[in-house]
C-alpha cells in the first residue's frame, strides 16, 4: 500500500470514528446546527492538512476537539454573528435532540453557568474526557479542574432545585 493510501486509510478511518462527536461538540460551542456543520468541515479540512502531526491516534479526539474549538475562535475573528434561536423542531427531526421538558429545564440551566465551569462538565459529561485530558486541554491544573467541575454540579443542582442566590 502506498502511503497516500495509508493517510486516505487513516483519514477515513478518523472521520467515520469521530464525526458524530465532533458535530456535538460544535454544536455546543455555537447552538447553530448549520454553523456546526461548517465546523465540522473545516475542522476534517484541517486534519487532512496536518494529518501527519498527529503521531498517536489514542490522542485524536482531543486533537480534534481542539481545531473544533479553534475553528469556532476563528468564526469571530472573521465576523460578528447575528443572535439566532435555535429551531427545535428542526434539531429534533435528526433524532438526536431531546426535546422534553426535563432537557430544555437542563439546557436552561447549563446556558446559566459561566463558561469557566459550564465547558469543564460539558467536556466531562458530553465528551467523555477524564479530569485529567480536560486540564491538559483547558491548559489548567488537574485541581482546579475538580474544583471547577464540582463547582458546576452544585451550581447546576442549584438551579434544578430553584435555590440558587439563596
Known amino acids: 500500500m502506498k502511503p497516500s493510501d495509508k493517510r486516505q ?10 464525526t458524530k462527536d465532533v458535530f456535538r461538540y460544535a454544536f455546543w460551542l455555537c447552538g447553530d446546527q448549520h454553523i456546526a456543520e461548517e465546523l465540522v468541515q473545516e475542522t476534517f479540512t484541517r486534519v487532512w492538512k496536518y494529518l501527519d502531526q498527529l503521531s498517536d491516534d489514542n490522542a485524536a479526539k ?11 475562535a476563528r468564526r469571530y475573528e472573521r465576523y460578528c454573528p447575528e443572535i439566532e ?28 453557568l459561566p463558561d469557566e465551569y459550564r465547558e469543564p462538565l460539558i467536556l466531562q459529561v458530553i465528551a467523555g474526557y477524564s479530569i485529567k485530558e480536560i486540564a491538559l486541554q483547558m491548559d489548567l491544573s488537574t485541581g482546579a479542574v475538580m474544583t471547577r467541575v464540582h463547582r458546576a454540579r452544585q451550581k447546576l443542582r442549584d438551579t434544578l432545585q430553584g435555590t440558587e442566590n439563596k
Open 9 to 18: 486509510v487513516r483519514f477515513e478511518r478518523l472521520v467515520k470514528t469521530w
Open 62 to 72: 482531543s486533537w480534534l476537539f481542539t481545531i473544533v474549538k479553534r475553528e469556532n
Open 85 to 112: 434561536t435555535l429551531d427545535h423542531d428542526q434539531i429534533a427531526a435528526n433524532g438526536d435532540y431531546d426535546t422534553s421538558t426535563e432537557a430544555f429545564v437542563l439546557r436552561q440551566a447549563l446556558a446559566k
